[in-house]
């Protein structure tokens, strides 16, 4: 029987064991994470919590809506059990009746067929880290290893003693106003992220410094299986020397022969795709699925 609660009747012990039992668990789940990027998150778990889901909500003109929250690429039906589509289905099927439109992406592990539901897919890419560095270097393409040369010829110095807030001020000043959608708010919750992550020695924190100023940085998540790429940002000077290939080379070099999957959390862009691919990253699929029943003079709002 799956059971429906509100924010403040989820047992946060009991999910997060959940969680961190889950054969697809994933740190966007953790109830700290959630609680973040979306306050008064709400849930289905089953009757022992080995089987659950987030429900991540807004409300709009009266009407709750689900939306997947900035900086959490997968969620849906986390479990320690088989997951079936017969489970996946089931779950979105007790979605409670109050929610009119759904908008959400499930983890790559939630794999169903439905008519109820706009599905689509989207891509991220993983590379398993359980080899030598050797052995992973051979994947490496030409034009990584040629931007890998132009880096150890620029004598970068890699360091971790850096603020997270300032490598998000660099992303803000370098391609923040490319994206729209981004707001200050949302900014600050990713600071927020970060912080709690660090706090939880959950995080790896990477970047280089040219003329002693922070020009590029990237930021891992260590969750359950795999690590997440999940965020970064270079200037165009740092961009001229392959300063990001040369990070995430330091990041895999310090991290083969581990049983852990390097998730780069993207892309849809063909040119983020490309490079990621670069390093022998492996396209995974997980799906989006929509849908809306909001009242008809309501429903243009969300096309």
Known sequence: MIRYFTHINIDKTKWDVAIDKAVNGNIYAKSWYLDIVSPEWEALTDENYKTIMPLTWRSKFGYKYLFPPFFTQQLGIFTQENLSASTVQEFLKSIPEDIRFIEIQLNHHNKFQSAEFEISERLTHHLNLNYSYEDLQKNYSENLKRNLKKSAQSNLAITSDFRTKDLITLFRSAK?????TLKDSDYARLQDLLLAAEQRNLLTKLAVHIN????????FLHSNHEYILI??????EARQTGAMSLLIDHFIRSHANQKMNLDFEGSMDANLARFYK??????????????????FYLRWLKQ
Do not use: C, H
């Open 231 to 236: 965020f970064s940002a270079v200037n165009e």
């Open 278 to 295: 670069s390093f022998g990253a492996a396209e995974v699929v997980y799906l989006q699925i929509r849908k809306n029943d909001l009242p």
């Open 176 to 180: 923040g106003n490319d994206i729209a």
């Open 212 to 219: 002693n100023e922070l020009a590029a940085g990237v930021l």
